[in-house]
């Protein structure tokens, strides 16, 4: 799986390329292992705080932590020849 951290003034900013990640989709979180399940629908895990679209494609989805606050950029749902 990649991840690239970037830091900015409220803390660790983690990206993870969805393209890398085998599976379900799951993944833990890069800082305290939690896993983040795309078919976890009870909000307690993980929260949604920001999309990006391109035209009319999802780009990047921005997600943060309940259990360390952590945020997370995930990246990869485009394909490079659909951009």
Known sequence: MMKK???????????I???KIEGDGAFPCPK????????DESDEVYEIVDTIVEGT????????CKK????????????????
């Open 5 to 15: 951290v970037t830091v900015n003034k409220k803390g660790a900013v983690y990206t």
């Open 17 to 19: 390329d969805l393209t």
């Open 32 to 39: 305290c292992g939690v896993i983040i399940s795309p078919d």
């Open 57 to 64: 494609e999802l780009a990047e989805l921005v997600l943060q």
């Open 68 to 83: 360390c606050g952590s945020t997370i950029r995930l990246v990869g749902f485009l394909q490079q020849g659909e951009i």
